[in-house]
């Protein structure tokens, strides 16, 4: 088992309050540095999202945790998850549900996660290149729904694909501030029933392709790793939120 790994699920999760030890021990098992950017192995463990290339970042290992606990998943579940990013909550939930669906509205990031997963062997991850806020009708109905960009509110199509009883995850700007909303499916509603404060990249519109040159150059570009100074405030918040 990796040290540094073991560290980071102990420091930053267990210490930090977080019990699920399906959840503790499938993040001592996802070979994280894997999904950060090589430049970036290093600092793949430390408390903080890491950026991936395209504008956009890995969640901090606390975010994942506390999102992969929220979901209560038991082993049979199916998840669809909107924001693959890395690929790495994607991996994660793998461990801990019998199948993932997983959508990224970037497609080189789409690909490269899907690439990454195959090659690691979690064949119970489908990623899909597509407008997450849709859902994926054809695979509903989903047991759990985790959304890790943050919305303006709830999209009605995915409530629609949510299971009775399921949990759907989704970060919700606030304005001042985001509320990751943990939503339960009741009859044809869905009520909150726990929040918590957080930091998200923006769900946004659209299918995004890149030209070929931009596709192939999956690492964090050099100004990525300079503009990553510790205590970065756009990695680590002051308040110690949950940041994405
Ligand atoms: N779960 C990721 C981190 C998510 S970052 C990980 O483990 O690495 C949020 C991701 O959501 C970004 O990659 C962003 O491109 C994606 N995203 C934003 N809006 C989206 C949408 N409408 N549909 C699908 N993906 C979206």
Redesign the pocket.
Known sequence: MNVARRRMVREQLADAGLEDRRVLGAMETVPRHL?VPRLLHHRAHQDCALP?GFG????KPFT?GLMSSLLGLRGHERVL??????????AVLAALCREVVT????AP?ARRAGQLLASLGYANVEVRA????DGVPERAPFDAIVV??CAPHLPSALVAQLTEGGYLLLPVDKGREQILYRYQRRGQEVVIERSVSCR??????GVQDAPVDVAETPEATAADVAALADNHPETDDEQGNAR?
Do not use: H, K, N
């Open positions: 999904f991936i956009q970042t890995i969640s994942v998850e909107i924001g693959t990013g890395s690929g790495y909550q994607a959508v990224e509205r970037l990031l597509a407008d997450g806020r890790t960009a998200f990249v923006p769900l946004l519109p994405a």
